[in-house]
């Protein structure tokens, strides 16, 4: 999505930056050659282009927007960007006739950077960036059974399961983006623009 190409939001603890052709061979395609990554994303292994051409349609597509997720630390001690990088935040429009609808997914990469709340905050950020700058009111993740990071992260977020697959063996969970709860997402995030 291009509405993000000159955005940057600085959490606490993440940098979130556009995902740019730099970050595939530096890491992206690196991270997404693990089998665990691949089971808990439901993704297949890609060759390094065909990760640039998913790279180019996250870029250009009006129906998906994504960050990547840096360590606010070591990118403030001027650490390269590609050496900062844990993971990516995306979301999907998943309804043409609906553009208030997105699915939310988050992937911290990195193993040594998961249980440091980046995937919290980064989702936060996600969230508020959608709700106040993409105009969605309806936030849903699909989560695998077995993910349970994954569910007890999106229940702190205020996501409620709504179905399940037996046969993908997935939930699916939603967040509304009411009143009173924009002021709560507003008033658990400090976020700067850049």
């Excluded at 077995?146 to 997935?170: A, G």
Aim: with cysteine; hydrophobic share 35%.
């Amino acid at each position: 999505m291009r509405v993000n190409e000159d955005t940057a939001l600085r959490g606490h603890r993440v940098v979130l930056v556009p995902y740019e052709p730099h970050h595939v061979p530096s890491r992206y395609h690196e991270w997404m050659k693990s089998e665990e990554l691949q089971k808990l994303t439901a993704s297949e292994p890609l060759t390094l282009e065909q990760e640039y051409d998913m790279q180019r349609s996250w870029r250009q597509d009006n129906d998906k927007c994504t960050f990547i997720i840096l360590d606010r630390g070591r990118w403030d001690e001027g650490c390269p960007e590609e050496q900062c990088m844990v993971g990516d935040v995306n979301l999907f429009l998943v309804d043409p006739g609906n553009p208030s609808l997105a699915e939310i997914e988050i992937m911290i990469a990195e193993p040594t950077s998961r249980g440091k709340g980046f995937g919290e905050e980064s989702a936060r950020l996600m969230l508020y960036y959608g709700a106040t700058k993409l105009g969605i009111s309806t936030f849903q993740a699909k989560i695998g059974q077995e993910n349970l990071t994954s569910v007890r992260l999106f229940n702190r977020l205020h996501f409620k399961e709504v179905s399940y697959s037996s046969v993908f063996e997935e939930m699916t969970l939603h967040w509304e983006v009411t009143e009173a709860e924009r002021r709560w997402l507003s008033d658990s995030v400090q976020v700067t623009a850049e």
